[in-house]
Each structure stands twice: as structure tokens, then as C-alpha cells.
């Protein structure tokens, strides 16, 4: 089972997770109840030992942004700009900065230490893909933080058991989308190419319907 990428009209074209705000509030729900946020954030704090500034690919509605932001230990050591094609979310720190702008366009991945995305690659096809792993590799960042749909029959059926338990209501279309857009095994880190020597990278087995990916800058 190949993945089903989304169409140029549908909702979730460049990360588009923003549909309406109750389907953005239940997504970050469902978020909360696979730990997502409280693992990037654990991540962060094992991994950065100086202050720091991130890159939060696909900001989005800026639930993530500002989750981490809330952790008074974490925001001592990290600064994180958000990125996405929209207009900065109420729910985004304002401390913390925002850049509207198409992933592709954005020229300035030297500035940062560390890469984070949540749900953000499923959406753009193997050749986009590739430009961005190639603005990555050449970036700063030593640290990278990704956790994406994974794409397996499993992962489809616990969807439709948190669909019928009614923690996946209104996203229920949304989600099912981005699970037959996403990722299976290998397929993420190689579409990105960082599978390469410079690169120490690290995979969870899939938890509920996310598979999650640190890589570490080897010196």
C-alpha cells in the first residue's frame, strides 16, 4: 500500500490542518492523548544543553508552539520561530516568532540549531520532499524532531477504534487522510536522505498513529 497523497484542492495542501477551529482543537486533543507534545518536549530538554533557537516546520494552528512554551524550564532554553504558509495563530507565543511563507521560498535554515515538525511531510510528494531534506541537510541544525502519520493497516483500524470511542470526530476525515498519506518503515528518512553517514538517527515503533524520528548531527 503505496501512499495516497492529497490532492492540490483538498484541506490539508501545504499542512492545512486548520480547516475550522474545532477540527483544529480536536486534532490537538487527539496530540495530547498520544503524549506527542510532552515527547518533543522531553526530547528537547534531554538534547539541548545551551540556549538555542528552532525551527517549527508547519506551525499551523500553534497548539505545539505554544504547549512547549508553557514549559517554564524549556523556554529558559530554547527560542523556536513557527513556519507555515498562514497567518500567525492566536495560540502562538508571542515571544516567539512567526514567517508566513511557503516552506520552499524559506532561505534562512542557517540561523537554526534544531528542526521540529509534527505532522507536517505527510502532505508534499517525493520531490518536494527531497528540496526540503536538501535546505536541511545544509542547514545548522544539529538536532532534528519529527513525528509523522504512519501508514500501515494497524494504524488505519486504531483510527477507526478512537473514531468509534468519539475522540476522533469532526478530524475524522482529516486524519484519515493524513495516515494514507503517511509514512511507512524507512520511507520518511530516505525521502528526506538522511540516511546519510552525518546522521545518527533514532526510531520509535509506531505509537497509536504516529512514528517518530530524532536525528543527531554526527561532528
Known sequence: MGRILITENSPLQSRQLQIASQKAKELSRLHLFMGTYHWFARVLKKNIHQFSSGLLLGAADGYLGRFLYSDKLLREKIDITG?????????WPLPWKWVQTDILEFEVWERYSFIIANWFFFAFDESKL???GERIQHSKAFLLVFSEPYRSYFQRFELWVLHKIGLIRTAYPVVCRAVQAGFHDQELIQALHLESSQWQISTSSPLLLS????AKRLL
Open 211 to 214: 512514528q517518530r524520528v530524532v
Open 83 to 91: 513556519i507555515d504558509s498562514t497567518p500567525r495563530p492566536i495560540k
Open 130 to 132: 527531497q528540496r526540503i
